[in-house]
């Protein structure tokens, strides 16, 4: 069952979506059948959906007529059951569409010649935000999909032209194409390959030059300083402008719109590291924050192990043990369950021998056994660490010999393989060096391109 489809879609539901659902299914105009009513129940449990599912011994249960387990039986009731959970999803999303319900009902009214009907509906505000500089793309979009069919009824029924009407359709068109536009832009470049070199796009062009003419919608002035920052990287002001935008006036973006852009920006300031500027480094964490707060990082409700290590790591660099220490304690226990106990017995152990508290990180290391390939590989580098920062240098040749072969043991670590190896040799290097060559061996460390550690060992040779 863990790798049936079904499973994996029960998942995704949260707790409201669960009980709901399970109305869904015994409600009784959907008629459905009593095995199916009774699957649903048992792997809807208040624990949430079954993680372990034995088909054999829940058959009974989902059975009453006392025949022998049938598995074509029993995957014929899970497949129908797939069945509803979809019509389910689809008919829950569609009731959270007021505005599409709205415009096929104006349209329904036109179609049969209700005036009175349709003239109270077209009255009703839409079911927007009262102040278009809270709207979101989609609110754009479907007002100028609104006022066409309103200016398309008045000039039928009147034969007349609206000017007013005419140029809000026009305005709302704009403003949805714009932002289409200019995230999808943002999006191209992000994935663009250094030297790859983007085709000649005269519709952006257009949208540059409308920048100032709405630059009093947070929407738009956001999304025009994305795409300028990644077009101009060293210039902080274009940043600045997108991470408050997306920061302070997160109504102007949808859920998915707003995790898109946090890893967009995320990642331009993991470039401007990776270029020699450190001065992101705050801004990043604060935006990695910010995505763990509002759930925008979290996937079925969890960071997984991989993000809460970035985050860690990129805390670590920026010497801010105090926020590390926080996250740890806010956070640890959202990590993915599969992934917490490697991850936060890693981080912790990072976060005390960064501290110098040499002794609890070899202790969290020595007692975890990490099922991650390469982050066992990156818990026995920071036991490697410890023993050089304590000076035992007997333990240290003993864990790098047995760290070297654990690498050539495993060749499916591949390139990663290759920076851990010469990390060995450059930290035994760093142990026999003598004074007078400390210059040249930094320089060697520093010239080295696939090394793990390099900064840390760089500062092991007096500069």
Known sequence: MQKSVLFDLLKTLTTREKNAFLRFVQSPWLAARPETVRLAGYLLQTDGARERFDKAAAFPL??????????????????????????????????????????????????R???KLFRRLAETPLPFPPEEKDWTAEHFGQAARWHQLLYNHRSATRREHDPLLYERVIYYQNVSLLAD??????????????????????????????????????????????LNSLRQPAEPAHFETFRDGLLQHPQCFSFADRRDLLVLAINYCSKRYNDGDRSRLDAQ??????????????????????????????????????????LLHDYGGKIAPRDR?????????RLHHALREYGPALL???????????????AKTVQAKCFYELQEYDLLDAHLE????????????????????NFITALRRVVK?????????????????????????MDQVPG
């Open 181 to 226: 536009r200019l995230r999808s832009a943002c999006i191209f470049r992000t994935n663009q390959k250094e030297k790859a070199v983007l085709p000649d796009d005269s519709l952006l062009g257009w949208a540059e030059s409308m920048a100032a003419v709405y630059a009093d919608l947070p929407l738009l002035n956001t999304l025009f300083a994305a």
């Open 285 to 326: 964490l604060d935006l990695y924050e910010h995505g763990l707060r509002e759930g925008l990082l979290l996937e079925n409700g969890w960071v997984t192990g991989y993000t809460f290590t970035n985050i860690a790591t990129l805390a670590l660099i920026a010497r801010r043990f105090e926020r590390l220490s926080q």
């Open 364 to 378: 969290l290391l020595q007692q975890s056994v990490f099922d991650d390939l390469l982050l066992n590989l990156s």
């Open 433 to 457: 060096a003598d004074p007078a060559e400390a210059a040249v061996l930094r320089n060697e460390i520093a010239a080295m391109p696939v090394l793990a550690e390099k900064e840390w060992l």
């Open 62 to 111: 989902i059975f009453s007529d006392g025949r022998p387990y049938d598995d074509g039986r029993m995957r014929k009731t899970m497949e129908y059951l797939l069945r509803l959970l979809e019509q389910f999803l689809v008919t829950e999303q569609r009731d959270r569409e007021d505005f599409d319900f709205r415009l096929r009902l104006a349209a329904l009214f036109i179609e």
């Open 402 to 421: 047995a760290l070297r072969k654990f690498i050539r043991r495993h060749k499916e670590v591949g390139y990663y393989g290759e920076r851990y190896l």
């Open 113 to 115: 010649k209700q005036e």
């Open 341 to 349: 106990r490697d991850a936060v017995a890693f981080n912790e152990a």
